[in-house]
């Protein structure tokens, strides 16, 4: 039985690089509250309420309208897990063991999540990690991995 163990390690960006990644958390926080936008007006005209799946469903809608193109430039996996945190959240507020999922403000971003190994790569050598879309990113590694990453926070 192997044993999962976490590493926490200091991005340390180009100014460029920067302003990416906090527009993609910018577009990931724009998601969560645009579906819960959604989900209070859906509860407002009496219909139930949308799961992760049909939450996706508007992702890709709001990614190929042309007034909201901008999310396309962001990789999408933060911005699925932004809907799947917040599938969570209503979840747990239909369970009566939290509340209802409240807007974000700027500098509350819900994070970025890479869930998959296939979404980054790390090249622990030059102490680097590669995110799709956002390129290669130095890192300040304390220490070497063991094992496979699975996930990228």
């Not at 709001?62 to 979840?91: G, V």
Request: proline share 7%; charged share 25%.
């Amino acid at each position: 039985m192997s044993t999962l163990r976490a590493y926490r390690f200091q991005l340390r960006c180009k100014p460029e690089q920067e302003r990416a990644l906090r527009r993609s958390a910018g577009c990931a926080r724009w998601i969560w509250n645009q579906a819960i936008s959604e989900q209070r007006w859906r509860y407002a005209a009496g219909e139930k309420y949308a799961g992760y799946a049909e939450m996706c469903k508007w992702l890709t809608t709001w990614r190929n309208a042309p007034e909201t193109i901008w999310l396309s430039e962001a990789p999408i996996p933060p911005q699925q897990q932004a809907l799947k945190r917040l599938h969570e959240a209503y979840q747990r507020f239909f369970a009566k063991a939290g509340g209802y999922p409240s807007f974000k403000r700027h500098g509350e971003e819900p994070g970025l999540r890479f869930p998959a190994a296939a979404h980054f790569q790390i090249d622990q050598p030059n102490q680097r990690i590669k995110v799709m879309k956002l390129g290669w990113l130095r890192i300040k590694q304390s220490q070497g991995i063991n094992g496979t990453p699975r996930t990228s926070r």
